[in-house]
């Protein structure tokens, strides 16, 4: 059985330690488990895991998984979907998984195959001590509001989704199976998809509030500070957007990578980032989104969700 290490004050992750010298697949399940429920953030440190490890972990955790369809991942285990990190050597701000999309997954999962010298490290930060300090007036302007995503389709979108490239306007507002999106048709004539999730949500495993969105990363990576919106089509004042990123940034830990480590988030509690990467050829870290085999579903869920029934590969935006 390995020793658990609470999170502490700087260091809101468990550190999970072998004893003596088990592997990581040897850890009862149901002890990772109660440790993920209880804590949100795991590191597995000393267990030497490699990526057939690593590989095996992740199933054993998680029922089905879902590609990150952001360019320049590169695929270490395209049958087991584990994928590298994004390219490049820039910081990350806070975020969680493919928060920008209505099937973010439960569980991000990380493991370090070949460490960096400097930099690079991961960030990660409660979501739950992020809403609760953030400043009055802002969380109390989150609180009872939606975060709205428009966002645009591609052919192969709407035939994955709808069945056809061209649907009409019936189609539209009566899919032909369920979807997670509202299609509509804008005035120009071109067709959009919107979903919308609380700004401030409940953890699948906490109380909450939680703070867990891609607005940090839309606005301090991708400059964007109309995605998403608010639900009165607005964007989130400037101010609230600065307001957040320093709170957070106040409140961000670093996991300095070891060979061997594996970093569990619980993705719908902690969201993640990245310190600028000295060398990128160094730093090798595989990751696994998934949907851990004891969830607790969200309501805001669409039914019968087909990341949930099988591993799921979105239809990729054109190049």
Known sequence: ????????????????????????????????????????????????ADLDAFRRFTRSLCATAVINETPGRAVLDAGQAIQGVDGGTN?????PELAREPWKPDAALFGCLSP???????????GIALAAALPLHVRKGLEGRRLVHVMGVWPE??????GTETPDDLTLANPPRPVPYRFFRMPDGRIAREFSRPALHTPMFAAGPAFGNFLLFARFNNGRGNFPLLDDLKPVPEEWLQAIHATGESLTAEVRWQQGDVLVLDNTRFLHGRRAIMDAAERTIATFFGYVRFAAL???????????QQDFRPPLPPV
Request: a negative charge.
């Open 157 to 162: 979108l709407l035939r994955f989704w709808l």
């Open 298 to 308: 969200d309501p805001e869920e669409m039914p019968q969700a087909p990341w949930r």
């Open 1 to 48: 059985m390995p020793q658990i290490a609470p999170p502490a004050p700087g260091r809101p992750y468990a550190v999970l330690t072998p004893t003596g010298a088990e592997p990581l697949g040897v850890i009862d399940p149901a002890l990772i488990e109660a440790a993920y429920k209880t804590h949100g953030a795991l590191l597995f440190r000393g267990f030497g």
């Open 91 to 95: 910081a990350f701000a806070l975020h």
């Open 116 to 126: 960096p010298g400097t930099g690079g490290e991961t960030t990660l930060c409660d």
